[in-house]
Protein backbone atom coordinates (compact mmCIF):
# COMPACT_ATOMS: atom_id res chain seq x y z
CA UNK A 1 0.00 0.00 0.00
CA UNK A 2 2.95 2.33 0.31
CA UNK A 3 5.49 4.10 -1.71
CA UNK A 4 8.41 4.81 -1.89
CA UNK A 5 10.07 6.59 -5.37
CA UNK A 6 13.90 8.30 -5.11
CA UNK A 7 14.68 10.87 -8.00
CA UNK A 8 17.18 11.72 -9.05
CA UNK A 9 18.65 14.52 -12.06
CA UNK A 10 21.85 14.14 -13.56
CA UNK A 11 23.58 16.50 -16.74
CA UNK A 12 24.79 13.17 -19.35
CA UNK A 13 26.98 15.44 -20.35
CA UNK A 14 29.28 15.73 -17.73
CA UNK A 15 28.13 13.37 -15.30
CA UNK A 16 27.37 16.36 -12.13
CA UNK A 17 24.20 15.33 -10.38
CA UNK A 18 21.78 18.27 -10.64
CA UNK A 19 19.11 17.24 -8.00
CA UNK A 20 17.91 14.51 -6.21
CA UNK A 21 13.99 13.51 -3.89
CA UNK A 22 12.57 10.84 -2.41
CA UNK A 23 8.46 10.52 -1.96
CA UNK A 24 6.95 8.50 0.61
CA UNK A 25 3.54 7.92 0.04
CA UNK A 26 0.42 5.73 -0.32
CA UNK A 27 -0.63 3.72 -3.78
CA UNK A 28 -3.42 6.49 -3.74
CA UNK A 29 -1.13 9.18 -3.62
CA UNK A 30 0.65 8.41 -7.10
CA UNK A 31 -0.69 10.95 -9.34
CA UNK A 32 0.08 13.93 -6.44
CA UNK A 33 3.43 12.16 -6.14
CA UNK A 34 4.08 12.39 -10.09
CA UNK A 35 3.13 16.23 -10.60
CA UNK A 36 5.39 16.77 -7.06
CA UNK A 37 8.29 15.19 -8.87
CA UNK A 38 7.54 17.16 -11.93
CA UNK A 39 7.33 20.15 -10.52
CA UNK A 40 10.65 19.72 -8.65
CA UNK A 41 12.41 18.49 -11.45
CA UNK A 42 11.01 21.31 -13.64
CA UNK A 43 12.45 23.69 -10.77
CA UNK A 44 15.99 22.18 -11.01
CA UNK A 45 16.25 22.30 -14.64
CA UNK A 46 14.62 25.51 -15.33
CA UNK A 47 17.52 28.18 -14.21
CA UNK A 48 19.51 25.94 -16.67
CA UNK A 49 17.59 26.36 -19.65
CA UNK A 50 17.43 29.74 -18.82
CA UNK A 51 21.22 30.38 -18.86
CA UNK A 52 21.48 28.15 -21.71
CA UNK A 53 19.08 30.32 -23.87
CA UNK A 54 20.35 33.51 -22.61
CA UNK A 55 23.79 32.77 -24.00
CA UNK A 56 22.06 32.09 -27.53
CA UNK A 57 20.52 35.30 -27.34
CA UNK A 58 23.47 37.58 -26.57
CA UNK A 59 25.84 35.60 -28.86
CA UNK A 60 26.89 38.47 -31.19
CA UNK A 61 26.15 38.95 -34.71
CA UNK A 62 29.14 40.05 -36.87
CA UNK A 63 30.30 44.04 -35.83
CA UNK A 64 29.90 44.79 -39.63
CA UNK A 65 26.38 45.16 -39.87
CA UNK A 66 26.78 45.73 -43.65
CA UNK A 67 27.85 41.97 -43.29
CA UNK A 68 24.64 41.06 -41.53
CA UNK A 69 22.44 42.88 -43.59
CA UNK A 70 23.70 40.58 -46.15
CA UNK A 71 23.09 37.86 -44.61
CA UNK A 72 19.74 38.44 -44.36
CA UNK A 73 19.18 39.36 -47.34
CA UNK A 74 20.84 36.21 -48.60
CA UNK A 75 18.41 34.39 -46.19
CA UNK A 76 15.61 35.94 -47.83
CA UNK A 77 17.03 35.01 -51.31
CA UNK A 78 17.25 31.34 -50.23
CA UNK A 79 13.46 31.34 -49.15
CA UNK A 80 12.92 31.99 -52.63
CA UNK A 81 15.14 29.23 -54.16
CA UNK A 82 17.19 32.26 -55.10
CA UNK A 83 20.91 30.51 -54.88
CA UNK A 84 22.91 32.22 -57.22
CA UNK A 85 22.04 35.57 -55.73
CA UNK A 86 22.37 34.11 -52.09
CA UNK A 87 25.43 32.76 -52.86
CA UNK A 88 26.70 36.25 -54.23
CA UNK A 89 25.54 38.32 -51.02
CA UNK A 90 27.12 35.80 -48.86
CA UNK A 91 30.56 36.42 -50.70
CA UNK A 92 29.79 39.89 -50.18
CA UNK A 93 29.33 39.15 -46.38
CA UNK A 94 32.22 36.83 -46.29
CA UNK A 95 34.55 39.82 -47.94
CA UNK A 96 33.51 42.60 -45.53
CA UNK A 97 33.13 40.72 -42.42
CA UNK A 98 36.06 37.55 -43.43
CA UNK A 99 35.79 36.08 -39.45
CA UNK A 100 31.76 35.57 -40.27
CA UNK A 101 31.05 31.89 -39.41
CA UNK A 102 27.44 31.81 -40.22
CA UNK A 103 27.82 33.65 -43.74
CA UNK A 104 30.73 30.85 -44.42
CA UNK A 105 28.55 28.03 -43.43
CA UNK A 106 25.37 28.91 -45.00
CA UNK A 107 27.70 29.93 -47.92
CA UNK A 108 29.29 26.42 -47.98
CA UNK A 109 26.05 25.00 -47.65
CA UNK A 110 24.80 26.64 -50.92
CA UNK A 111 27.21 24.92 -53.11
CA UNK A 112 25.27 21.57 -52.05
CA UNK A 113 22.14 22.97 -53.28
CA UNK A 114 23.32 23.67 -56.95
CA UNK A 115 23.87 19.71 -56.29
CA UNK A 116 19.67 19.51 -56.51
CA UNK A 117 19.47 20.72 -59.79
CA UNK A 118 21.17 17.69 -61.79
CA UNK A 119 24.33 20.07 -61.54
CA UNK A 120 27.33 18.16 -60.25
CA UNK A 121 29.82 20.44 -57.72
CA UNK A 122 33.32 20.40 -59.81
CA UNK A 123 36.07 19.46 -57.34
CA UNK A 124 37.23 23.57 -57.11
CA UNK A 125 33.94 23.74 -55.66
CA UNK A 126 33.53 20.81 -53.32
CA UNK A 127 36.95 22.20 -51.86
CA UNK A 128 35.58 25.98 -51.12
CA UNK A 129 33.13 24.29 -49.48
CA UNK A 130 34.96 21.70 -47.70
CA UNK A 131 37.20 25.09 -46.87
CA UNK A 132 34.38 27.30 -46.18
CA UNK A 133 32.72 24.76 -44.03
CA UNK A 134 35.78 24.03 -42.18
CA UNK A 135 36.47 27.91 -41.21
CA UNK A 136 33.22 28.36 -40.38
CA UNK A 137 33.06 25.54 -37.84
CA UNK A 138 37.14 27.44 -36.40
CA UNK A 139 34.85 30.30 -35.77
CA UNK A 140 35.25 30.53 -31.11
CA UNK A 141 31.83 31.41 -31.35
CA UNK A 142 29.98 28.70 -33.29
CA UNK A 143 26.35 28.11 -32.63
CA UNK A 144 24.30 25.28 -33.22
CA UNK A 145 23.15 27.01 -36.73
CA UNK A 146 26.78 27.19 -38.01
CA UNK A 147 27.74 23.40 -36.76
CA UNK A 148 24.18 22.14 -38.34
CA UNK A 149 25.18 23.70 -42.26
CA UNK A 150 29.08 23.32 -42.08
CA UNK A 151 27.93 19.71 -40.99
CA UNK A 152 25.48 19.10 -43.83
CA UNK A 153 27.70 20.44 -46.12
CA UNK A 154 31.03 18.42 -44.83
CA UNK A 155 28.71 14.94 -45.20
CA UNK A 156 27.12 15.86 -48.46
CA UNK A 157 30.70 16.74 -50.47
CA UNK A 158 31.27 13.06 -48.85
CA UNK A 159 35.13 14.33 -47.38
CA UNK A 160 34.23 13.27 -43.99
CA UNK A 161 30.54 12.24 -44.25
CA UNK A 162 30.53 10.88 -40.41
CA UNK A 163 32.02 14.05 -38.92
CA UNK A 164 29.39 15.59 -40.80
CA UNK A 165 26.55 13.64 -39.24
CA UNK A 166 27.75 13.92 -35.96
CA UNK A 167 27.92 17.63 -36.10
CA UNK A 168 24.59 17.80 -37.39
CA UNK A 169 23.26 15.65 -34.46
CA UNK A 170 25.54 17.79 -32.05
CA UNK A 171 23.05 20.73 -33.23
CA UNK A 172 19.85 19.00 -32.67
CA UNK A 173 21.41 17.87 -29.17
CA UNK A 174 21.84 21.60 -28.37
CA UNK A 175 18.99 22.91 -29.84
CA UNK A 176 15.93 20.08 -30.13
CA UNK A 177 13.69 22.62 -31.85
CA UNK A 178 16.42 23.32 -34.78
CA UNK A 179 13.64 21.95 -37.54
CA UNK A 180 16.28 22.24 -40.29
CA UNK A 181 18.50 20.11 -39.00
CA UNK A 182 15.90 17.84 -37.78
CA UNK A 183 14.69 17.28 -41.58
CA UNK A 184 18.23 17.12 -42.78
Not at 138 to 157: K, Q, R, V
Request: with cysteine; charged share 25%.
Amino acid sequence: ERLRITSQLVDTANGNHIWADRYDGTLEDVFQLQDSITEEVVNAIAPKIRSVEMERATRKHPDNLTAYDLFLKANAALNNLQIEEASGLLDQAIEVSPDYGKAKAVRAWCYTLFGWRDYIPSEQDQARAIDLANEALANPNIDPETSAYAGYTIAFMKHETERGISLVEDAVQQCPSFAWALAS
